[in-house]
C-alpha cells in the first residue's frame, strides 16, 4: 500500500495534486503508517506548501526528527526563519529528540535570514548535544557564520571541527569571497592544496571569481589557478570555463580569453556571454575593433540557434555603443521588444545610453518611461543623456521629478545635475543641490567637490569656487585643472599660474585639461613668453600631445600679441591646418589688429573648410565695417543670405530668487517689459555712448538690419536692466550669454559699472568679463 501511494506522491506536480492524495489517504487509510505520513508531508513541503504542511504536522498522532525536519526546512527554503526557528524550538520540547539534519536544517535558516544571532543560539545547542563534532553539522555552522558575513567565528568554528570534507574547505573559501577577504581566499586555497584536498568545480570558481574581482591579484596568479582547472581535469566545464574568460579579460588578458573561448568545443549561451561581455570590458582601453568582434561574437550566437539572455542583451547593447553602431543597437532593440524583455532595468539603462549617446534623447526617454522598474541608475542615465546633449533644462525638471517619487539620487546622478547648472550658470539651484549633497554624506567625496568648482566658476563666482576647492579635503589632477581653468576663464592669470605652481609643489601631475587652463590664462592675461614656455615643456616634459584647443590658445596668445605671421606658422605647422576653429581664433585677431589682407585670406580658408558656419561671415563682415569698407562688408552679407548662412539669435539670461529669465534682442515679452526698458533708458542717459563719442568703431554682432535698429536694446543689456530692478546693491549681476558680447555692448557695460556703481559678471561664448568702476577684466580684449 505505502509503495502504491509513495508513487503517486512523488508524481504529483502541483499542491492540488498532493492534496487529492492526502484525502484518499484520510478516507481509505485513517491509520496510516509513519512513513506514509512523512512522505505525504515532504510532497507538500516539495511543491512549496509549508502551511498545509504545518496542519498536516499538528493532525498526524505520532511524529519523528524527520516529520520537524521537513517542516524546519520547508520553512526555511519559503523565507520563514521565524516559524522555522520555531518548529526546530517545537522539536526539541516534545519527546522527539532532534538529529543532525534537524540541527543542520537549523542553521541553515539562520544562514538564509542573516541572524547571527540566533545562529550562534542553534550552535551552541548543538554543541551541549554532542553534534557539532560531527563534520554534517560543523559544515553547516562555518556555512552559517559565512553566509551571515562573521569569517571571523567561521574561521574559529572551521579550526576547531574534528573533521574537514571538501564541503568544508568550499564553506569556508566562498565566505572570504562572498566578504571581499581575497587574499584570506587564496591563503585558504592555497592551505587546501597542501592538505591534498580535491579540487572540485565549486572551489575553483570561487577562486577564479576571487580573481577576477580584485585588481590587486597579478595574472601570473590567474594562471595558475587556470592549471589548477586543467590538472583536475575540468577545463570541459563550462561553468569554469565562462568564469575564467571573464577573469582573463578584467585582467587585460583578452587574448587568452579568446583562446579559451575556442578551446571550448560546445560553449553554451553563458559562455558566449561571458566572452561578449570581455570585449566590452572597458571602454577606456577597448578599441573599436574590438567592440565590433562582440556583435560578430552575438550574430554567431544566433546562428547556432541559442536564445540570448537578459544578460546578453545588455552586453551586447554596451557593445553597440562602445562601437558607435547605433543602427545595430536599434536593430537589437527590435529583438528586445520581440521577446517582450525591453522593460528590463539594466537593459533599458544600456538602451537610453545609446540613444543618448547617438543624440536620440526623445528615443531615450521613450525607452526611459517604458520601463517597469526605474530605479537610481536608469534615472542617472536619462538625466546624464539630457546634459550631455545639453538639454539642461529637462535634466534639471527630470532630476526634481526623482526627487518628488521619494527616491533618493546618489554621487553620479548629483554629479550629473551639478554640470547641468554650470552650463545654464544657474548658482542658485547649484547651491541647493550642493546643500542636497552634503545631507546626503556626498561633500567629503572628490568628485563632488570637484562638480562644485566647476559649476560656481561656470555660474561666475570664482570666489566661491576657489574657496569650495580649499575646503576639500582630497584633491586630484581635475581639481586643480577646475579651480585653473576657472581662474583663466575669469582673467585672473597671474592667480591661475600660481594654482600651478602649488599644483607641481603638491606633487600632482597635470594632463591635458589642467595645461588647457594654464594656456587659456596666459592667452587672456597676455602672457605670451609664459604661454609658449608652458606649451614647449607639456610635450617634452610630460609627454602631452597638444590638442586642437591647445593650439588655439596659441594662436589667440599669438594674435593678441600682434604676431599674427606667427601664430599663422603654427597652424600651418601643427597638424590642424584643416580644423576651421584654430583659423577662426586667427581671423578674430586680424580684425582687432586691422590686418584685412591676411583676414581675408584666413576668412576665404574658413568658409572653404566650413561654409555654413556663420561666425566666420559675421567677424569678415565688421572687420570690413571697422575699416570703413562698406560695399565689402555689403557683399559678405549678401553671400551669407546667398548661401542660406544664418546666424544663432543672440540669447541672455540672469538667474534671481524667482527662477532663470531669459531675454533676446528687442525683447518685449517679459511681463516686467515696460519697466526693464525704463530702467535701461535711466542708465544709458547716465553715460556718454561710445557710438556718439566716437571712440570705438562702428559695430554690432549681426549683419541684419533689424539687429542694428535694435543694438541699444541687445539682450545683455535686458538682462542687466532686470537684474538692477531686483537686485540690492551690494549684489553682483551675473548675466549669461550663448554669443560673444559686441563692442557696443561691452562698451555700454564698463560705463554702466562706473556710473551705477555695481559690479556685473559677462559671461559670453569665449571667456568672463568682470565689470568693476568702469573697466573690464579682459583688458579690451576678447
Same mark, same amino acid.
Not at 595574472?219 to 590567474?222: E, L
Not at 567629503?444 to 562638480?451: A, D, E, I, K, L
Given at each position: 500500500m505505502d509503495a502504491f501511494y509513495l508513487h503517486l506522491l512523488r508524481s504529483c506536480a502541483s499542491l492540488p495534486h498532493v492534496a487529492a492524495v492526502h484525502a484518499h489517504i484520510a478516507r481509505a487509510h485513517p491509520a496510516a503508517s509513519l512513513f506514509l505520513r512523512n512522505s505525504l508531508l515532504a510532497a507538500y513541503c516539495r511543491l512549496g506548501g509549508p502551511l498545509p504542511a504545518a496542519r498536516l504536522l499538528d493532525e498526524?498522532?505520532?511524529? %519523528?526528527? *524527520?516529520?520537524? %525536519?521537513?517542516?524546519?526546512?520547508?520553512?526555511?527554503?519559503?523565507?520563514?526563519?521565524d516559524r522555522s526557528l520555531g518548529t526546530f524550538a517545537r522539536a526539541r520540547a516534545t519527546r522527539v529528540k532532534p538529529d543532525r539534519f534537524t540541527y543542520a536544517a537549523a542553521l541553515a535558516a539562520c544562514s538564509r535570514a542573516g541572524d547571527v544571532r540566533a545562529g550562534k543560539a542553534v550552535h551552541a545547542l548543538a554543541v551541549l548535544e554532542g553534534l557539532a563534532e560531527g563534520v554534517f553539522v560543523s559544515n553547516s555552522i562555518v556555512s552559517m557564520y559565512a553566509r551571515c558575513e562573521d569569517m571571523d567565528e567561521a574561521r574559529r568554528a572551521f579550526d576547531v571541527a574534528c573533521e574537514h570534507d571538501d564541503v568544508s574547505w568550499n564553506s569556508l573559501l566562498s565566505g572570504y569571497v562572498r566578504a571581499g577577504a581575497r587574499e584570506e581566499a587564496l591563503k585558504v586555497f592555497a592551505l587546501m592544496c597542501r592538505c591534498g584536498t580535491g579540487w572540485n568545480s565549486f572551489a575553483l570558481g570561487s577562486v577564479i571569481k576571487c580573481c577576477a574581482s580584485s585588481v590587486d591579484i597579478a595574472?601570473?596568479?590567474?594562471e595558475v589557478v587556470h592549471g589548477c582547472v586543467l590538472k583536475a581535469g575540468l577545463d570541459t566545464d563550462v561553468f569554469l570555463a565562462s568564469a575564467m574568460i571573464d577573469m582573463y579579460a578584467k585582467k587585460g588578458a583578452l587574448s587568452y580569453a579568446v583562446a579559451l573561448f575556442k578551446s571550448v568545443r560546445e560553449p553554451n549561451v553563458i559562455v558566449f556571454n561571458a566572452m561578449i561581455a570581455g570585449f566590452c570590458r572597458d571602454e577606456a582601453e577597448v578599441a573599436k575593433e574590438v567592440t565590433v568582434e562582440a556583435l560578430s561574437l552575438y550574430s554567431e550566437l544566433l546562428r547556432r540557434g541559442m536564445q540570448p539572455t537578459e544578460f546578453t542583451f545588455s552586453s551586447v547593447v554596451r557593445a553597440c555603443n562602445l562601437a558607435a553602431e547605433f543602427g545595430f543597437g536599434k536593430q537589437i532593440h527590435g529583438q528586445l521588444l520581440k521577446h517582450s524583455i525591453q522593460g528590463d532595468d539594466y537593459i533599458g539603462s544600456a538602451l537610453i545610453d545609446l540613444y543618448s549617446n547617438s543624440g536620440c534623447t526623445e528615443d531615450g526617454y521613450r525607452c526611459f518611461r517604458s520601463l517597469y522598474k526605474q530605479d537610481i541608475v536608469t534615472w542617472t542615465s536619462m538625466i546624464s543623456g539630457f546634459v550631455q546633449n545639453e538639454l539642461f533644462e529637462k535634466a534639471l525638471r527630470l532630476f526634481q521629478e526623482l526627487l518628488c517619487y521619494g527616491l533618493k539620487p546618489d554621487l553620479f546622478t548629483i554629479s550629473s545635475v551639478? %554640470?547641468?547648472c554650470a552650463s545654464l550658470a544657474v548658482a542658485r539651484t547649484g547651491e541647493q543641490i550642493q546643500c542636497l549633497a552634503t545631507k546626503s554624506g556626498f561633500d567629503?567625496?572628490? *568628485?563632488?567637490? %570637484?562638480?562644485c568648482v566647476h559649476m560656481y566658476a561656470r555660474s561666475g563666482d570664482v570666489g566661491a569656487a576657489t574657496l569650495r576647492f580649499q575646503e576639500m579635503e582630497s584633491r586630484d589632477v581635475v581639481s586643480w585643472s577646475a579651480v585653473i581653468s576657472s581662474h583663466a576663464q575669469h582673467g585672473c592669470a597671474r592667480d591661475a599660474l600660481r594654482l600651478f605652481s602649488e599644483m607641481m609643489n603638491a606633487k600632482v601631475v597635470p594632463n591635458e585639461i589642467t595645461f588647457l587652463g594654464v594656456l587659456t590664462a596666459c592667452s587672456h592675461g597676455g602672457l605670451v613668453d609664459e604661454g609658449l614656455r608652458y606649451y614647449e615643456i607639456m610635450n617634452k616634459e610630460y609627454g602631452l600631445a597638444p590638442s586642437i584647443k591647445h593650439c588655439t590658445c596659441v594662436v589667440d596668445l599669438l594674435g593678441r600679441a600682434g604676431r599674427l605671421g606667427d601664430a599663422?606658422? *603654427?597652424i600651418r605647422d601643427s597638424g590642424f591646418h584643416d580644423d576651421p576653429v584654430v583659423w577662426r581664433s586667427l581671423l578674430a585677431s586680424c580684425r582687432i589688429h586691422g590686418d584685412m589682407e591676411r583676414g581675408q585670406l584666413v576668412a576665404d580658408r574658413i568658409m572653404e573648410l566650413e561654409p555654413t558656419s556663420s561666425a566666420s561671415y559675421v567677424i569678415l563682415y565688421n572687420m570690413y565695417l571697422d575699416a570703413g569698407e562698406l560695399s565689402l562688408a555689403s557683399k559678405t552679407r549678401d553671400l551669407m543670405k546667398e548661401r542660406g548662412v544664418k546666424k544663432e539669435p543672440g540669447l541672455s539670461w540672469i538667474e534671481l530668487k524667482s527662477g532663470v529669465h531669459s531675454f533676446v534682442a528687442g525683447d518685449k515679452s517679459h511681463p516686467e517689459s515696460n519697466a526693464i526698458y525704463k530702467k535701461l533708458s535711466e542708465m544709458l542717459s547716465k553715460i556718454e555712448k561710445p557710438a556718439n563719442t566716437g571712440n570705438v568703431s562702428r559695430e554690432s554682432n549681426d549683419v541684419s538690419s533689424r539687429e542694428q535698429n535694435l543694438e541699444g536694446c541687445h539682450s545683455e543689456k535686458l538682462a542687466v536692466a532686470f537684474g538692477m530692478i531686483h537686485l540690492p546693491q551690494s549684489a553682483p549681476i551675473r548675466v549669461m550669454k550663448n554669443l560673444r558680447v559686441c563692442r557696443d555692448c561691452h562698451s555700454t557695460m564698463k560705463l554702466i559699472s562706473g556710473s551705477e556703481n555695481r559690479e556685473i559678471i559677462l559671461r559670453d561664448a569665449i571667456r568672463f568679463h568682470h565689470f568693476r568702476g568702469g573697466a573690464c577684466s579682459c583688458g579690451d580684449y576678447w
Open positions: 498526524m498522532p505520532r511524529r %519523528n526528527s *524527520v516529520s520537524f %525536519n521537513l517542516l524546519i526546512d520547508a520553512y526555511s527554503r519559503a523565507g520563514l526563519a595574472g601570473d596568479i590567474a551639478m %554640470n547641468a567629503r567625496f572628490t *568628485v563632488m567637490g %570637484n562638480s599663422e606658422a *603654427v
